[in-house]
């Protein structure tokens, strides 16, 4: 049986993952919100950032540099991002 929240947060853009994390961080960071709700949401946030560290990977394989070596020939390969 697949998790539900799980799978609700694989479907999510990168975007719309990091507003909800920024969201819960600021909720969390008021101090407003009840223990049980406060570790939930916790919870949550770390799946919403773990989705969102693969996208950011997922995008940095994507991207590749151009390169033209000392004899024209030109190839690509990693994009050095780090």
Same mark, same amino acid.
């Given at each position: 049986?697949?998790? *539900?929240? &799980?799978?609700?947060? *694989?479907?999510? $853009?990168? #975007? &719309?993952?990091? @507003?909800?994390?920024? &969201? ?9 919100? #009840?223990?049980?709700? $406060?570790? *939930?949401?916790?919870? =949550?946030? /770390? ?7 693969? =996208?950011?990977?997922? /995008?940095?394989? @994507? ?5 033209? !070596? /000392? ?8 994009? !050095?991002?780090?």
């Amino acid at each position: 049986m697949t998790d *539900a929240p &799980t799978a609700e947060i *694989a479907r999510m $853009s990168f #975007e &719309t993952a990091l @507003k909800e994390l920024e &969201t819960i961080v600021a909720q969390l960071e008021r101090g407003e919100v #009840e223990l049980e709700k $406060s570790i *939930a949401m916790y919870e =949550r946030g /770390a799946a919403l950032k773990a989705h969102c560290e693969a =996208r950011l990977k997922e /995008a940095q394989l @994507k991207v590749e540099k151009i390169v033209v !070596d /000392a004899d024209g020939a030109i190839s690509a390969e990693p994009a !050095d991002l780090g």
